[in-house]
């Protein structure tokens, strides 16, 4: 027979106090591990949920990001123009769908005031825009005219970085660029500048382009691209050129490994420690409630409820308290929902601005580690609890 | 008065609550302790910056390195004793997955540049013989334990290395950095043999990232700064002369927020921390109702009774609080070793101690002063009429 559920819900009602400064130390424990998980789902879902994989994108041989790789024009040349497997705009006779783009972290001042930061310029040809077809939009001002000195601006650099805005002027090296319009494009273009790949060779003196994108063919794409990908790094046609392939979904997630493998590992390594804390919290708590409570456990054995049920009602009762902490966690952790923030991505070494994003997962994983807190911290009281001899219980006053 | 031995009485009294207690004030303070030394050490380059020491870099980017006819023109400055190309290499361990700095330099004036690398193996000169010789940082070569005159081989993520065996550097001397302005996980290695292979292989002679000054000691160095600047005003690459403070606070600003995150992680630390011992005072004041009452009864003021309770709390939060100050100041060669690579500077300062002292007080004050005060205002008769 098991010890009713009222009897535990009331019990915790009664000892209101403890029960509201252990379930709100469990509260706050948990919302600093929702809150680190939160950051890092808002990071990789820019990065990785964006990334296409109808996209390739070309990079040196032992480059691991567009930063470090240089591809020659006489290369990206050949790559455009002989590789079948790039796509055509409108049918086969077209031109291919494929640009050479340079990219280069640039020094910017924060509006905020922090200082310096990297902002990605990337040097862009037409063909570039027409591969992110829809996804790019225009908000303010109009699309980049090619082969004059004017940038676009992604949305999130606007109120976060200097001169940005519709009108200003981007001073590179000596020659100044003038911002005519905003664009928004989902993934971590947002946070980046964009400029006609001539004019920017030109007047950052890159002697090369960084990478080279292209869209795919539909047989290239899904399962077709290892093939592809391998006759390009090691087929007897490609191979001189020491240039590798991937598609920018792979090439994305492999820019946030470091940052989201540092993040995760730090709310780990966080919730060990501070859930060892919560968790003689809550030990010390229900101690009390067996000690406040030994009397009315005498009772009950002497009714005849044996020692098992007694036991799964005292870590009921933790689990309950663990519950409690875990929703007011998520309710401390709900507000940073949708507040953008920056941070270096070390494997870039650029500045991306992204949302931090209380996701499901990150709210099941919050109440999940809540309720293990409750379950660690009831078991030895509930089991004290259920070896309590009757006669000596009943004794206790 | 207070009895000591009545105060440690009462917290023996409940054995497993007081070490829990202490247990989660242990592993908080060592925490904070912790979580600040880590921002601590992000400023650790900033922290030992000389003032007389300047570096050059292009004006647009930290990207885009600067051409080597510059050296003979910014040496011509007056006041510039030193000057020395600094080329970030980026190479990576074939079987390591750590990374670690490596930067290409004019070796002859490295130490002159930085006095603050002190040679504990081999020497300079050991370096100055070997085309291929390289200098490690003690921290570096324990990481991947790394003896002098062993073979160290990378894959050069920027610049390919030759054909064939690739980038080799052989190890010809160890140095420990003798202030946080170095980094003891950097692998320093010859200019010449940089450039020489770049030249081979990608066909172009390269450039530097930075160059580094160093000024006569009473030399004015603003001056020197925006002559140097002047130098290139209309390109063919605009410079930026900062001083070497200024050059590593960029990096600094380069985290962001991240100092705001660690301190919200920390104030969450704290909270769940005085809660729970404010959950405990409030526990042990309810046991000791009882007892609280007859030592009024036999004489004891309201305030000392108060003051018992005050005391509990002080020493339960003292007690715990400084274990983990002393946690957080024991595991830092250890710590130290392993964020190596990521937080070079790890150190927990003085003043981190102190803070971390000043909060575990707070923390027993505020935790003990709801049951002092209840304990103060206590009745008799009532304390006396309840039971345990």
């Known amino acids: 027979m098991l010890v009713p559920i009222t009897y535990t819900l009331r019990s915790l009602f009664v000892r209101r106090s403890a029960t509201f400064l252990t379930v709100l130390g469990i509260g706050a424990t948990v919302a600093v591990l929702a809150g680190v998980l939160a950051l890092r789902a808002g990071f990789t879902t820019l990065f990785v949920q964006n990334g296409r994989d109808d996209v390739a994108v070309f990079l040196r041989q032992g480059a691991t990001s567009e930063g470090e790789s240089g591809i020659t024009r006489e290369t990206c040349d050949r790559l455009i123009k002989t590789l079948p497997q790039i796509a055509k705009a409108g049918g086969p006779e077209g031109a291919p769908l494929a640009a050479m783009e340079c990219y280069l972290a640039v020094r910017r001042n924060k509006l905020d005031g922090g200082g310096e930061t990297n902002v990605p310029i990337r040097g862009v040809e037409a063909a570039s825009l027409a591969i992110r077809g829809d996804a790019l939009r225009f908000v303010e001002g109009r699309a980049l005219q090619f082969g004059s000195d004017e940038v676009v601006v992604g949305r999130k650099l606007v109120d976060r970085i200097e001169s940005c805005r519709l009108g200003d002027v981007v001073q590179l090296n000596t020659t100044p660029f003038r911002v005519v319009g905003i664009f928004e494009c989902d993934g971590p273009f947002e946070s980046e500048i964009w400029g006609d790949f001539e004019r920017m060779l030109v007047a950052l003196q890159r002697p090369v382009a960084n990478r080279v994108v292209a869209k795919l063919v539909p047989e290239a794409q899904g399962d077709g691209f290892e093939p592809f990908a391998t006759m390009l790094a090691e087929g007897d046609a490609y191979q001189d050129l020491k240039v590798i392939a991937k598609t920018e979904r792979a090439y994305l997630a492999e820019m946030t490994g470091a940052l989201g493998t540092t993040l995760l590992v730090l709310s780990l390594a966080l919730s060990v420690i501070m859930g060892l804390a919560a968790t003689f919290t809550a030990t010390n708590t229900m101690l009390s409630a067996v000690a406040s409570r030994t009397h009315e456990i005498g009772i009950l054995l002497s009714l005849g409820f044996r020692p098992f049920p007694i036991f799964l009602s005292f870590l009921f009762e933790a689990l309950v308290l663990g519950l409690l902490g875990g929703a007011v966690g998520c309710l401390l952790a709900l507000p940073i929902n949708g507040i953008e923030t920056g941070t270096t991505n070390f494997a870039t070494f650029t500045e991306v601005a992204f949302a931090f994003r209380v996701t499901p997962p990150v709210l099941a994983g919050a109440i999940t580690f809540a309720l293990v807190l409750g379950l660690l911290g009831g078991a030895v009281p509930a089991w004290r609890a259920a070896r309590l001899a009757p006669t000596e219980a009943l004794r206790r006053r | ?388």
């Open chain 2, 1 to 388: 008065m207070v009895s000591f031995k009545l105060v440690r009485r009462y917290l023996g009294k409940h054995k497993v609550r007081s070490i829990l207690t202490i247990g989660s004030l242990v592993v908080a303070l060592f925490l904070l302790c912790m979580l600040r030394s880590l921002v601590v050490a992000l400023d650790a380059g900033v922290r030992g910056a000389k003032r007389d020491r300047l570096v050059v870099q292009s004006a647009v980017s930290l990207f885009v390195d600067l051409p080597q006819s510059y050296q003979s023109k910014i040496a011509a400055v007056e006041g510039i004793e030193t000057i020395c190309k600094w080329q970030w290499f980026g190479g990576r361990h074939p079987t390591e997955e750590a990374f670690f700095a490596q930067f290409a330099v004019d070796m002859s004036e490295l130490p002159k540049l930085y006095p603050e690398i002190a040679i504990v193996e081999g020497s300079f000169a050991d370096v100055a013989a070997e085309r291929r010789g390289c200098v490690v940082g003690r921290t570096l070569a324990k990481t991947f334990n790394w003896q002098l005159g062993q073979t160290v081989p990378l894959l050069g993520t920027i610049f390919p290395g030759p054909p064939g065996d690739g980038w080799q550097f052989t190890i010809k001397a160890i140095y420990e950095p003798t202030s946080s302005a170095v980094d003891g996980n950097t692998l320093f290695f010859h200019w010449d043999y940089f450039e020489e292979t770049v030249e081979s292989t990608m066909g172009m002679t390269p450039g530097t990232g930075t160059y580094f000054l160093r000024t006569a000691p009473d030399a004015d160095q603003v001056a020197i700064a925006g002559a140097v600047e002047q130098l290139f005003d209309n390109g063919p690459q605009r410079v930026t002369c900062s001083t070497e403070a200024e050059f590593q606070a960029q990096f600094v600003s380069m985290v962001g927020n991240v100092p705001f995150f660690v301190a919200a992680i920390g104030g969450g630390v704290l909270i769940a921390i005085v809660l729970a011992c404010i959950n405990t005072m409030l526990m042990a004041f309810r046991e000791q109702l009882h007892d609280a009452g007859i030592l009024k009864a036999v004489g004891f003021t309201d305030g000392s009774v108060a003051g018992l309770m005050l005391a509990e709390s002080l020493l339960l939060c003292g007690l715990g609080g400084f274990g983990g100050i002393a946690l957080a100041k024991l595991s830092e060669p250890g710590l130290r070793a392993a964020l190596g690579s990521m937080f070079p500077g790890y150190e927990v300062t003085g003043e981190t101690l102190l803070l971390a002292s000043a909060l575990t007080l707070a923390v027993g004050l505020v935790a003990g002063v709801v049951p002092a005060l209840r304990a103060r205002a206590l009745r008799v008769v009532e304390a006396l009429r309840s039971v345990e």
